[in-house]
């Protein structure tokens, strides 16, 4: 069988993730989505939704049970964040901290201690979690950061910089990158978990961004962690990027969600604006471009599932991941673009919803690797 061929597998979800995605659909749009813009404004980082998703169990859904969460795989980890980008950009950005990458990474290569300590924290909305890669001269390139881990003893002493991490203001765990050599031409670099009061480590100020959440400098000094908070070693650099296969797909989620959430408000503003004598929905310019969300969307949801249901060894393959991020990031851009045009003049003010969705959506393209280099990626295992 042809490679193609293999890679379409049929599925659909199981009654119980159908359910997940209800509950999350339900607790968003009663919850969340009347005061999207005022989280966005504030600034704020949203502890009253993030524990209320505790509550439901939604913020826990992907931790094992063991440790207190649903242990739940990607696929409901990507059905959550979509209904949470459907209706609060700023609360899937919150939440996919404790969904994500961060605590997914500890439940597959943490130790027993680390899981302990830190993961039922985590499911019940008391420890927030950040990850942490970026440094001013290490942004795509992840191979060239520069802040360094050093053995001494029982402890490994850490030195350098990152910029943009979110939720540096209310995380208590951050999950840092770091690099264990300087041996040139290899990519010693593991991470390690640092809590919020080590000394040595600190937070610079927020920078806001068109999003509304703020990124955050962080500046490592002489931080000494004990061995035990050592999360993977320098052999580890591919375990690390295969973990972000995952945050992948829940980066396309919430881009699906951004798109979705877009869509039904341009449906709805079609059914009740009148231009020419007849609702704008009865334009066939405007059915038509309804139409192609719809099949974008749809296209895009699919591609998400298929990566997150299909992962194996723990996470979904490079280049499923990369397909289903590259496609769903930039089909959101066209999806909120075309719903702006539906609501007209309205869709640039800013109490309409058109503009926010658009906004929300650019976010998708930046974080997580960006399309470029997914493109990478996929090329890549192409011409292998
Ligand atoms: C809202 C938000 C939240 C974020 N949160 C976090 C976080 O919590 N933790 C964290 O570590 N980081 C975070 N980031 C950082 C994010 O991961 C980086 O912005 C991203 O990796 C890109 O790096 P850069 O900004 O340095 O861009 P650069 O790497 O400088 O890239 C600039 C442009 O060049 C393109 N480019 C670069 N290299 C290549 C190449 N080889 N081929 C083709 N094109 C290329 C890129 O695609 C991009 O379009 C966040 C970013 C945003 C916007």
Known sequence: MSPTVDAVQLFDLTPEQYEIREVARRVAVENFQKRNLEWEESGEFPWANIRLLAETGLLGATIPEEYGGGGGSWLEGALILEQLGRSCYVTAMAALGEIGVQTQAIAAYGTD???????????????ICS???TEAD???????????????????????????????????????????????????IGAVLIERDTPGFTIGGAERTLGGEALYSLYFDDVRIPKGNVLVREDGFRRMLTAFNGQRCLNASISIGIAQGAQDAAVAYAKERHQGGKRLADHQGIQWMLADNEVEIQAARQLVWRAAAK??????????????????NEMALRVTDRVLQIFGGHGWLREFPA??????????????????????????????
């Open 113 to 127: 201690e680390q899981k302990r300590r830190y993961l039922p924290k985590v499911a019940a909305g008391e420890l």
């Open 311 to 328: 992962a194996s060894g723990g996470f979904p393959t490079r280049s499923e991941a990369a397909v289903a991020k590259v496609f769903s």
């Open 355 to 384: 503009g926010r969705y658009l906004r929300w959506a650019r976010y998708g393209p930046l974080g997580g690797g960006t399309p470029q280099i997914q493109r990478n990626g996929i090329a890549r295992e192409l011409l292998r």
């Open 131 to 133: 990850v942490s890669i």
């Open 138 to 188: 290490a942004g795509s390139d992840i191979g060239a950061m520069r802040t360094t881990a050093r053995d001494d003893g029982d402890e490994v002493v850490i030195n350098g910089g990152k910029i943009f991490c979110s939720r540096a203001d209310v995380a208590g765990l951050f999950v840092v990158y770091v690099r264990f050599s300087d041996e040139p031409g290899t990519h010693p």
